[in-house]
């Protein structure tokens, strides 16, 4: 039998696995990505099961809703930092650029990324719109990349659900 200590760890373990189960199931269904978002809402389930069927059995014990509830809190926070460690997918870059669009194009596309240059209206005169998708992981590499060679550039960032065809770095 489980000491009190033991018993308290183990339910917050499980919420740990629960909440990244979660967490990482989501983001396969975000990603279209069927079958992993089955497995782990199947193992998810079965967890959240075990731990229900543990936690109701000592539901007037307060450390067993305290180690519930911070299981959950931090399983959310770890599902996260998995989730942004996984990096799957795709991410849109658009750019706007007010001067220096083609020097810019021309630095993406030797750096290995696709990029279509479309001359555009601004508010204030002519400007360099810029459509680019790139690994989520590199994300922000090429954003800060983009940001220290034109700083006036504007960039905005989207999920992208599905690609299909054109050129995608490795």
């Known amino acids: 039998m489980l000491n009190i200590l033991q018993f308290a760890l ?3 373990a499980l919420r740990l696995v629960d909440l990244s189960l979660a967490s990482l199931r989501l983001l396969m269904i975000t990603r279209g990505r069927k079958a992993l978002a089955w497995i782990f809402s199947f193992v998810k389930s ?13 539901i007037d014990d307060p450390l067993t809703i305290v180690v519930y509830a911070a ?9 996260m930092y998995l989730e942004e460690r996984i990096a799957l997918g795709y991410t849109h870059l658009r750019i706007i650029s007010p001067k220096r669009g083609a020097e810019l194009t021309e630095l993406l596309r030797e750096e290995g990324y696709a990029v279509t240059e479309i001359a555009s209206q601004g508010k204030d005169g002519m400007v360099t719109l810029l459509d680019c998708n790139v690994r989520r992981r590199k994300t922000g590499e090429v954003i800060r990349f983009i940001s220290k060679f034109d700083p ?13 065809r054109g050129f995608f770095r490795k």
């Open 46 to 58: 079965a967890v959240y099961l075990i731990i229900l069927q543990m936690v109701l059995k000592s």
């Open 71 to 79: 299981g959950f809190a931090t399983g959310m926070v770890l599902g």
């Open 152 to 164: 006036e550039s504007f960039i905005t960032s989207s999920a992208v659900r599905t690609a299909q």
């Open 10 to 12: 183990l339910i917050f």
